[in-house]
């Protein structure tokens, strides 16, 4: 294992206080914990109309009419609009491929897709009219798995499709497909002394975002359109609303509004164009608010799969190849499948070094809810099956599976089946030599704490089942790998406006971006970023909105790398203006304003060697320094379509798992006692902020892992979509999280950083189901386990 | 919809007989939910939260007179003595948001078989004060639910108060649910003994159309334990006698497949919750038993 490296003169600055490194806290912490943030579901306009979407209760079916007459005649309407209603011939949308239908055109794909839109001065009112508008549909066969999606009399999802996959595709119903193969692994099968293979399942998970799609759309006079609107990323929704609505993208104003939470899912639009519409039909502002159930079907999920591996090792342990297809259902629009797939099959290996392999992913179209973008992103799912197989393998081998998984784990130098090397820190066996070094929580505490035990420590928790009985304890391990940042030759690109002025007598930074603050804690960093290369105390972040350009997604664990990134750069410019300017008013006073190094520092211009030259203040003197500039990461190229070699990352992230879980064994019922986390993170620009994401993300992967799936009926019919059945991890099924943060810098990333978001939400799942396996002896190929897959029943 | 806020419980009665489709709301945890799933759009809510006295409850010689309204947090802190086994149904419901505003008679009128409440009422032996401007009529719980979320109630009826037996043994509570709290039984199992009458009582939710007792396992360990002599001996259960207990439980279940569990699981699990809520139930009362000769 290599020294912690810190590339030198990254930053300067560092003595100014809130500066990065630092656990400032977050200017909407408190106010999220006592209620009072404003989400953007609280916003309110004097005459504003509610906004309702009337949605398909089938799976698939043809829409023969619709008659919205009754609804419009209902006192309290003010419009009612469907297909017809649509201003221009733009009537799709999508993320990459644009399938979509802004409402729907004489056929519905899944249950749930919006049909018609209703305008009304009471939301019940709006619903209620909904309720009045007559859709004949003429159901028609579903397609809901793979054998159903390409058979040969397939009903196809999209007939004609003339996207950029459509040509490479091996039947209409693919989204995309992505081979990857390198090396031969013929031979390297042949030297195997095992081999394993295994099919493994990924049920369908929601990002279960608290804060339910809502905005508020107010007309302007000019004939565009102000929206407010919690999202991932303004400037792809506002590429894809404006042809809708038939106005120039500078008509079409968006600001962001307090969004709860993402994961993903809010990189799709939901209410955007609907509320638009209306409030440019209507010209009267818009709100839209979904409730719990409509929510389940306004965004897309996480692509349920099904993974098919085969791993061999020769028998002092070493992996000599792999082959896998992994089948991800995509569900009935595109979303962000394509890029799913390109993850899924690039980190198919994990973060393992196999020179020989075979690796086919595709995603389908289907008559399923539609999938997407989910934290973690197609590598979630292939963590799952290559864990499996890792442990299957040490089994086999006889050997412990940490030490396994050490053997063979990638390290900086690595060269990945794409043919793309790893070239920054990958403390992959590192990680695992901590996790395995954590002392591990006592067991059968229940009967040693006496008097104080607890029966909500137990599986079960509160509902009392057991005392004890039939409690078997199980310790499991995973780790994984991540890609950060937009892949595949995307301009993944972020753009960040710093101004520089005093005001009320003090230097003063304001940083502006379009950068969604989804929870992630983005504004506490820029405000750290801005301090630390500024050398100010004061900073304000501008609300985020479309004035400035694209900050990118809040997605792909990238915003701190690229955003911040960007705000770092604006501000080293916006810092050599300053110079400039002082070298100008005040360069004749001292000789080191023309051969020092200069820094800002607690508002001065001051030497490397810590002299003060002269006040901001001064320097600036009335005047602003503002500027708005584009950043860019590393540029990175496209798969190739039949080898799936490119160097098509940017930067990976590493997390390790180690989880503790009883089981109850005849119930079937786990509890998680402990889910220990080792992951490097570069450089931990605000370690508090670090350590929630990955707190975060280690939950909503033990959610999956326990509990978490959308159930779908053979009819593609959405059979849970509520919190009372879409279960997500209460306090009590969360488990005490140690977190052991590794900072190994990537010399190539903004102050050597590394995008932390995703990685805990990969191994997580495979943790905590390698531990039932140990705990039951079952072979547990499947996510979420439940108590009938735990029983046999 | 009308909202009607009577002040007095005459009043209520009133109101519920001029309107006989008013759905009564207390607490709200389930009326509330089903108008904003659209489940359900009474033309009448009937609010009983100004009615104090169904807030009230009181402990008699051998039952406790428990008011409709009496939250599950009340009954946590206060008659966890006295009703054992509803205290520890009431750990259970939803979250503690909803334990404070939640009760027994919302879980009645409701009449779901997942209500947490049932299978400790039917255990421990109930009766639904059920009264109507008519007049007042006490309903036995076994005959008071009559289908999925149906009862027995006549449209011009309220519940008043429920009349529970007090724990004259010791009493458990068991429900699964796939998550550690939070969460709606994919089922449940409530236990009672009664050593004053040398029976076992016992309580199913959620795997049946309505709750039930599990008569045929009750006639069983009630021969059993009579047979042996094992309420005097205070010996242990023999497991066969345990076990026969658990697969009579499973098997007077009548479960479904549905999204929080499968039937077979669901008969599985009651054979568990039965078999250990036994244990726990019987060493409680050998202990009681043990203690009380020693004093």
Known sequence: ??????????????????????????????????????????????????????????????????????????????????????????????????????????????????????????????????????????????????????????????????????????????????????????????????????????????????????????????????????????????????????????????????????????????????????????????????????????????????????????????????RCRIVLDGGAYASASPAVVGNASSLSVGPYVIDDVEIEAVALYTNNPPCGAMRGFGAVQACFAYEAQMDKLAAELGMDPVEFRRLNAMSQGTLLPTGQVVDSPAPVAELLRRIKAMPLPPERQWETAGESADVRALPGGLSNTTHGEGVVRGVGYAVGIKN????????????????????????????????????????????????????????????????????????????????????????????????????????????????????????????????????????????????????????????????????????????????????????????????????????????????????????????????????????????????????????????????DVLELADEHAPYGLRGIGEAPTLSSTPAVVSAIRAATGLALNRVPVRPEHLTGT | MDFLRPASWEEALAAKAEHPTAVPIAGGTDVMVEINFDHRRPDVLLDLNRIGELQEWEVGEETVRLGASVPYTRIIERLRGELPGLALAGHTVGSPQIRNRGSVGGNLGAASPAGDSHPALLAAGAEVEAVSVRGTRMIPVEEFYTGVKRNCLEADELIRAVHIKKADGPQQFSKVGTRNAMVIAVCAFGLALHPETRTVKTGIGSAAPTPIRARAAEEFLNAALEEAGLWDNGRIIPPSVARQFAELVSGAANPIDDVRGSAAYRRHALGVMARRTLGWTWDEYRGNERSARCA
Request: net charge negative.
């Open chain 1, 1 to 322: 294992m290599g020294a912690t490296r810190i590339p030198g003169n990254i930053t300067q600055g560092s003595t100014a206080k809130g500066g990065i490194g630092e656990s400032t806290l977050r200017p909407d912490g408190t106010l999220k914990v006592t209620g009072e943030f404003a989400y953007s579901s609280d916003m309110w306009h004097e005459d504003m109309l509610w906004g309702f979407t009337l949605r398909s209760p089938h799976a698939h079916a043809e829409i023969k009419s619709i008659d919205t007459s009754e609804a419009l005649a209902q006192a309290g309407v003010y419009a009612v609009l469907t297909y017809d209603d649509l201003p221009t011939d733009v009537k799709n949308y999508g993320l990459e491929i644009q399938d979509t239908p802004v409402l729907a055109h004489g056929r519905v794909r899944h249950h749930g897709e919006p049909v018609a839109l209703v305008a009304a001065d009471h939301p019940e009112t709006a619903r209620r009219a909904a309720a009045k508008i007559k859709v004949e549909y003429v159901q028609l066969p579903v397609v809901h798995d793979e054998q159903t999606a390409l058979a040969e009399d397939a009903p196809l999802l999209h007939p004609g499709r003339d996207d950029h996959h459509a040509g490479h595709v091996p039947h209409p119903n693919v989204v995309h497909r992505q081979p990857i193969h390198r090396g031969d692994v013929a031979a390297a099968r042949a030297r195997a002394d095992v081999i394993v293979s295994g099919e493994y399942v990924v049920g369908m998970q929601d990002q279960a975002f608290l804060g339910p799609e809502s905005g508020l759309a107010v007309p302007a006079e000019d004939g565009g359109v102000d929206l407010y609107i919690a999202t991932q990323w303004l400037h792809s929704d506002l590429r894809q609303i404006a042809p809708v609505l038939g106005l120039p993208p500078e008509k079409v104003r968006m600001t962001l509004s307090g969004v709860g939470g993402a994961f993903g899912g809010r990189e799709d639009l939901s209410m955007q164009i609907h509320a638009c519409l209306l409030a440019l039909r209507t010209g009267k502002p818009v709100k839209i608010v979904y409730n719990r159930f409509e929510s389940f079907f306004g965004h897309v999920h996480r692509h349920p799969a099904k993974l098919w591996y085969e791993h061999g090792a020769t028998k002092d342990g070493k992996l000599t190849h792999m």
């Open chain 1, 484 to 739: 950060v940042g937009f892949s595949e030759g995307f301009d993944d690109y972020s753009t960040a406006r710093v101004r520089l002025e005093v005001v009320g007598g003090e230097p003063v930074a304001v940083v502006h971006t379009a950068m969604a603050e989804v929870g992630q804690g983005g504004v506490t960093v820029h405000a750290q970023i801005a301090r630390t290369e500024l050398g100010v105390t004061q900073v304000t972040i501008h609300p985020a909105d479309t004035q400035v350009g694209s900050a990118g997604s809040t997605s792909a664990s990238r915003q701190t790398y690229v955003t911040g990134g960007a705000v770092k750069n604006t501000c080293e410019a916006v810092r050599e203006k300053v110079l400039e300017l002082g070298r100008a008013r005040f360069g004749s006073y001292h000789p080191a304003w023309a051969t020092a190094e200069l820094l800002l520092e607690s508002g001065k211009v001051v030497t490397d060697g810590g002299e003060v030259l002269a006040d901001l203040v001064e320097v600036l003197e009335g005047e602003a320094i503002d500027l708005e500039l584009e950043w860019r990461h590393r540029p990175t190229e496209a798969f190739d379509l039949h080898t799936g070699q490119g160097n098509g990352h940017v930067q990976y992230s590493f997390a390790a798992h180690r989880a503790v879980v009883e089981v109850d064994t005849e119930l079937g019922l786990v509890k998680v006692v402990e889910l220990a986390c080792a992951q490097d993170v570069g450089r931990a620009l605000n370690p508090l902020s670090v350590v929630g994401q990955i707190q975060g993300g280690t939950t909503q992967g033990l959610g999956l892992a326990v509990m978490e799936e959308i159930v779908v009926s053979k009819e593609a019919k959405v059979r849970n979509p509520s919190f009372t059945d879409y279960l997500i991890p209460t306090i009590l099924d969360t488990p005490t999280i140690p977190v």
